[in-house]
């Protein structure tokens, strides 16, 4: 594979190889003088990645500037692993993943395929693209009609679909891929000595961010009246964390019982590192019943704390008087005199 070609996709195990074959040490790559324009792009494609949600290009001329592309992206990991932020770590993951698939919405079926194999999905390519069951559950948005599969072709246990949804699911392993892998390295000291005024500024843009998340509006609720539970998991979906479904869940038809509008609700998903319009909009669409014959209730005490949404620590004195987080609201409304 060509230098630009990996430098495009620089996760591919081309590039893992590429870098081995350079018997780099790490206090070269972070202090060397010749990979200062490595450390340089790796910054680059976290600013990117943080503010635009896509890690960005850069002008590539010369071999050396392809290979600092290509190094650039193991940088930058190792920087995302000393920032030690769920918000930032997700959303540099979809940043990763967004870039990918831009770009292979270009690439031909072969390389398409190849991708997909050297990222462990069981794909293939017989005159028409496929992918096995068990892969494509994983990583297809089954929750929309058109890829529930029923609705799809299914032959000897691979599921047949046209290159663009492949390259759909290429973007969601992806993004698992990197998360998971910076989520199980710890910060390394010679990073945080070659990056720690980047890294300081990069804690304050996620600090800063998530309180200007928390400060939105949320349609005309007050969220100092929000129970504990609702609040908890408003903010963990703001500070990017995976909030399980029923979480999500919980949230939409709590807000949605307030009065608060489908897309005043959206927009809470908005800031989410890993928002995706699509998924978001359905869910919320589903629970609130624009999609469906039915509008969901939001759930009363008991199930929050089956669902684990409700502990003990978080219980206070107006919980003990109501039965659903809806009552609670109302109550402290009142009591306010508002």
């Not at 050396?64 to 030690?84: G, P, T």
């Not at 293939?124 to 496929?130: E, I, R, V």
């Not at 699911?169 to 005024?197: N, P, S, Y």
């Not at 807000?255 to 890993?274: H, M, Q, R, W, Y």
Request: hydrophobic share 40%.
């Amino acid at each position: 594979m060509d230098l630009k070609l990996i430098a495009t996709y620089p996760f591919l195990s081309d590039a893992k190889n590429l870098i081995k074959n350079f018997e780099l040490s790490l206090e070269e790559l972070l202090k060397d003088f010749s990979f200062e324009k490595a450390r340089s792009f790796s910054l680059d494609r976290l600013e990117n990645a943080f503010v635009k949600k896509d890690v960005g290009e850069r002008r590539l001329v010369t071999e050396s500037d392809y290979l600092a592309e290509v190094l650039s992206y193991q940088i930058a990991k190792m920087i995302v692993a000393c920032l030690d932020d769920n918000f930032l770590l997700r959303r540099y993951a979809l940043a990763e993943a967004f870039h990918a698939y831009n770009h292979l919405k270009r690439e031909g079926i072969d390389f398409i395929v190849y991708v997909a194999k050297d990222l462990g999905l069981n794909v293939k390519f017989d005159g028409n693209a496929s992918i096995h069951f068990v892969d494509y559950l994983r990583f297809a948005p089954t929750r929309y009609k058109e890829w529930k599969m029923v609705n799809r072709p299914l032959k000897n246990g691979y599921i047949i679909l046209p290159e663009k949804d492949l390259i759909r699911i290429i973007k969601e392993r992806l993004m698992v891929k990197i998360a998971e892998e910076i989520e199980g390295k710890a910060c390394i000291d010679l990073v945080k000595e070659a990056f720690g005024r980047e890294i300081a500024r990069f804690k304050q843009f996620s600090a800063t961010e998530k309180k200007r998340i928390r400060n939105q509006p949320v349609g005309k609720v007050r969220i100092e009246k929000l129970p504990p539970c609702i609040k908890s998991i408003l903010a963990s979906i703001q500070a990017g964390e995976n909030v399980p479904h029923m979480g999500r869940f919980a949230l939409v038809a709590f807000l949605s019982a307030l009065g608060v509008s489908n897309e005043e609700i959206l927009k809470i998903f908005t800031s989410a590192p890993d928002f995706d319009d699509e998924k978001a909009r359905y869910q919320v669409e589903h629970i609130t019943g624009k999609r469906s014959s039915t509008k969901y209730a939001p759930p009363g005490c008991k199930k929050m704390k089956t669902y684990g949404f409700c502990s003990l620590e978080m219980i206070d004195d107006t919980c003990r008087k109501v039965k659903n987080p809806v009552s609670y609201y109302w109550l402290k409304v009142k009591e306010g005199g508002e």
